[in-house]
């Protein structure tokens, strides 16, 4: 669970957000918060877009973070797994949630412990876009 740990905590996240079908450009800025519970961490994340059609409005999220030897997995709040990433890979890992018709694949970095990133490329029918997310430590 050491490998866990080094997320908890408060982390300001900025997220731009890249859409190949529209060639439109978003931007969400907030916190993440990693609080721990009785099996891992529980991570929140909060805050605003602020550049999209929708600008100034509020968005939040829930995943649940847990120790697998080496890796970790990620589950969303109600606890469906979502994905696995493994920590010992230099500062990066990969990953990916298939889910039908779509394929989201995952890139991290790591500069642990003062700052994190995590790059999503979707792909899928309806879908075609790249959302990159800066986390720094508070």
Do not use: N
């Amino acid at each position: 669970m050491d490998g866990l740990m080094q997320f908890e905590g408060r982390w300001a996240l900025s997220r731009q957000v890249q859409d190949f079908r529209d060639r439109s450009r978003l931007a969400f800025e907030g916190e993440a918060t990693f609080r721990r519970d009785a099996e891992g961490l529980a991570l929140e994340e909060s805050g605003r877009w602020t550049e999209a059609k929708w600008g100034g409005l509020t968005a939040s999220r829930r995943y649940l973070w847990r120790a697998f030897g080496p890796a970790i997995d990620v589950f969303y709040a109600d606890g469906r797994f979502f994905h696995r990433f493994d920590l010992v890979q230099a500062g990066r890992a990969k990953s990916r949630h298939d889910c039908p018709p779509d394929r989201y694949d995952v890139t991290y970095r790591f500069d642990l412990p003062s700052a994190w990133e995590a790059a999503w490329r979707v792909k899928g029918p309806a879908k075609d876009y790249l959302s990159r997310t800066r986390y720094r430590r508070r």
